[in-house]
């Protein structure tokens, strides 16, 4: 068996403790802390204990610490499947959503979408899941708000006087004025 991997030199365990309670990353902390253990004189199996690895996962992590420091210890973004829509299209998108739907053309009173997912089909001829179009919308800002449902055939200053009037004066009753039984 080998000699442990150093760690740096211009950090030390309550440093990297300091780092890990302001830093928002769940995983990056918990590295951070498995580390601080190393730093303080624990041993490599603590820290793996800790961490809840192994103790190779342990040496990646200090070999990655040791390159980059503690932004070394956060997830880099995993490159994935290309995105279906370019540019273009997602500003396409962006437009028609702020827009709204045109009912006599779109034939949809409201953007759902489903909706948004037949439109991207029908104008650019690429298939995305409903699923893909939250996550673009998601990924520029958007949220998903539903309105509450309203009767065609309501009458908004009828509203008003179906409305429950509460009580102007509250008052504590009878029953909590009167002494409780012990």
Known sequence: MGAAIPLRDDFDGCTLRRLAR??????????????AVIYDGGSRSDAAHI??????????????????GPNGLKD???????????????????????????PSVDAVVRWRLKDLAAWILS??????????????????GYRRLTARPQHP?????????FK????????KSAISLKAAPR
Request: with cysteine; aromatic share 6%; glycine share 6%.
């Open 22 to 35: 302001v830093c928002r990353d769940a995983k990056q902390t918990r590295r951070l802390l498995s580390l």
């Open 51 to 68: 961490g809840g690895v192994t103790l190779q996962i342990i040496r990646d992590w200090v070999l990655r610490f040791n390159a980059s």
């Open 76 to 102: 880099t973004p995993k490159s994935g499947r290309p995105s279906k829509l370019d540019e273009q299209q997602r500003r396409a998108l962006i437009e028609i959503v702020e827009r709204g739907p045109y």
């Open 123 to 140: 104008e650019f001829g690429i298939v995305v899941d409903e699923r893909t179009v939250s996550r673009e919308l998601k990924n520029a």
């Open 153 to 161: 055939a309501q009458n908004e200053f009828a509203v008003e006087d």
């Open 164 to 171: 429950k009037a509460s009580q102007p004066n509250w008052r």
